[in-house]
């Protein structure tokens, strides 16, 4: 039930019309830090052009009473998915307030009356109130445009394919690591598209096939919280915790081209020296690399980015190293979901045979439990006396 703030005629007097949503303004420049201090019934207030899939799902997840976004949910750029999302969850989202909204202070309590936000009685900013109609026509837009986009893609491409040839065609740049990947499964998890329900279903698949377990920043956490262990953390360093960087995992921090890590101080700082690898792509994209130069069987990716939609959340200076990755590795890499569908727990021989014994068991030891049982399996053992006698006296005659 979201609370009231009663407006004023501006001499304190409350006029008798209620906002519809009041709450604790919660101020973030990224989205995904803000998330993590964000409570039920708060107000976000973001910056974020084009909320993409995994920002809305996280701040779904922290429940808050509304979303005020200074810049435009939906650019035109590509379709993407967020605003839909958190409409469909009951979220009120306000879109295009302009800069002027992240001055508000943390903790301030704001009213929200359509696309009017109100601090004191008195009007704060202005913008839009989307709905699931404005929603649709955004999208419906968005599509028409989605041509000069790919074309855009396309261009970039190009540059991250001369800026990083070396990396993509020879593996040149790839640190040497102590994890060993040579001939095995590899599982990397991103803390994006729906990592929770695909680790889920890989429970039989990580406990039958031993993987290496990589975790890229958060993807870390997400290892430990589904109860297991990482084996190596690759990332920036900027959203996994100093409980999973402490767990043992052999640490990659992803550097720029020039050498600066801005993660490299932070581990440092727990004790951990870890290894640089500088690369221009995504972490998801290093941890891919890193996997097969040094050798892995097959790659399995929990929560990263598969579709054209996917890579388009990630701007067009993301996109261009995902895809060509996925190019690079694309005979080893299988996407979890694909895996769930197709994996089945294999059983042996020898685990059919224990079944069946066991099973038989069960049932010798019911039916000794009764009167009747046990008068059968005397009947049993007389007949079984009687064979052997006979047996005996062939061959002792």
């Given at each position: 039930?979201?609370?009231i703030?009663?407006?004023?005629?501006g001499?304190?007097?409350?006029e008798?019309?209620?906002y519809?949503?009041?709450?604790?303004?919660?101020?973030?420049?990224?989205?995904?830090?803000?998330?993590?201090?964000?409570?039920?019934?708060?107000?976000?207030?973001i910056?974020?052009?084009?909320?993409?899939?995994?920002?809305a799902?996280?701040?779904v997840a922290?429940?808050?009473?509304?979303?005020?976004n200074?810049?435009?949910s939906?650019?035109?750029?590509?379709?993407?998915?967020?605003?839909g999302i958190?409409?469909?969850?009951g979220?009120?989202l306000?879109?295009d307030?302009?800069?002027?909204?992240m001055?508000?202070?943390?903790?301030t309590?704001v009213?929200i009356?359509?696309?009017?936000?109100?601090?004191?009685?008195?009007?704060f900013?202005?913008?839009?109130?989307?709905?699931?109609?404005?929603?649709?026509e955004s999208l419906a837009l968005?599509?028409?445009?989605l041509?000069?986009?790919?074309?855009?893609?396309?261009?970039?491409?190009m540059?991250?394919?001369?800026r990083?040839?070396d990396?993509?065609l020879d593996?040149?740049?790839?640190?040497?690591v102590?994890?060993?990947?040579?001939?095995?499964?590899?599982?990397?998890?991103?803390?994006?598209?729906h990592?929770?329900?695909?680790?889920?279903?890989?429970?039989?698949?990580?406990?039958?096939?031993?993987?290496?377990?990589?975790?890229?920043?958060?993807g870390?956490?997400?290892?430990?919280?589904?109860?297991w262990k990482?084996?190596?953390?690759?990332?920036?360093?900027?959203?996994?915790?100093?409980?999973?960087?402490?767990?043992?995992?052999?640490i990659?921090?992803?550097?720029?081209?020039?050498?600066?890590?801005?993660?490299?101080?932070r581990v440092?700082?727990?004790?951990?020296?870890?290894v640089?690898?500088?690369?221009?792509?995504?972490?998801?994209?290093?941890?891919m690399?890193?996997?097969?130069d040094?050798?892995?069987?097959?790659i399995?990716?929990?929560?990263?980015h598969?579709?054209?939609?996917e890579?388009?959340?990630?701007g067009r200076?993301?996109?261009?190293?995902?895809f060509?990755t996925?190019?690079?590795?694309?005979?080893?890499l299988?996407?979890?979901?694909?895996?769930?569908?197709l994996?089945?727990?294999r059983?042996?021989?020898?685990?059919?045979t224990?079944?069946s014994?066991?099973g038989?068991?069960?049932?010798?030891?019911?039916?000794?439990?009764?009167?009747?049982?046990?008068?059968a399996f005397?009947l049993?053992?007389?007949?079984?006396?009687?064979l052997v006698s006979?047996?005996?006296?062939?061959?002792g005659?």
């Amino acid at each position: 039930m979201r609370s009231i703030l009663r407006k004023t005629d501006g001499t304190g007097a409350p006029e008798t019309e209620g906002y519809e949503v009041r709450g604790p303004a919660r101020v973030g420049t990224r989205t995904k830090d803000l998330t993590k201090r964000l409570r039920p019934g708060d107000v976000a207030v973001i910056d974020h052009v084009d909320i993409d899939r995994v920002a809305a799902e996280a701040l779904v997840a922290a429940q808050p009473a509304a979303v005020l976004n200074a810049a435009r949910s939906t650019s035109g750029r590509y379709p993407n998915a967020g605003p839909g999302i958190l409409l469909e969850a009951g979220i009120v989202l306000v879109d295009d307030l302009g800069p002027g909204v992240m001055s508000l202070a943390d903790g301030t309590i704001v009213g929200i009356d359509e696309g009017t936000v109100h601090v004191d009685g008195e009007v704060f900013a202005e913008g839009t109130r989307q709905t699931d109609r404005t929603v649709a026509e955004s999208l419906a837009l968005a599509r028409e445009g989605l041509s000069a986009e790919i074309e855009s893609f396309a261009e970039n491409t190009m540059t991250y394919l001369r800026r990083e040839r070396d990396l993509l065609l020879d593996g040149v740049g790839v640190p040497d690591v102590r994890t060993r990947f040579e001939d095995r499964h590899v599982l990397i998890v991103v803390r994006g598209y729906h990592y929770r329900e695909d680790l889920a279903m890989l429970r039989s698949y990580i406990a039958e096939n031993r993987p290496v377990l990589v975790g890229v920043d958060g993807g870390a956490d997400a290892i430990l919280d589904a109860g297991w262990k990482p084996d190596m953390i690759v990332g920036d360093m900027d959203s996994v915790s100093d409980k999973a960087l402490s767990s043992g995992a052999e640490i990659v921090v992803h550097a720029y081209r020039d050498g600066k890590a801005p993660g490299l101080d932070r581990v440092r700082a727990l004790g951990v020296e870890p290894v640089v690898f500088p690369a221009t792509g995504t972490s998801e994209d290093i941890a891919m690399l890193l996997a097969d130069d040094k050798g892995a069987e097959l790659i399995v990716a929990v929560g990263t980015h598969a579709t054209l939609v996917e890579f388009l959340d990630k701007g067009r200076a993301g996109m261009a190293s995902t895809f060509l990755t996925r190019l690079r590795v694309g005979g080893k890499l299988v996407d979890a979901k694909g895996v769930s569908r197709l994996y089945r727990t294999r059983i042996s021989n020898l685990q059919l045979t224990l079944l069946s014994l066991a099973g038989i068991a069960a049932v010798l030891a019911a039916l000794w439990s009764t009167s009747a049982g046990q008068t059968a399996f005397g009947l049993v053992g007389a007949r079984v006396d009687d064979l052997v006698s006979w047996v005996g006296s062939l061959f002792g005659g």
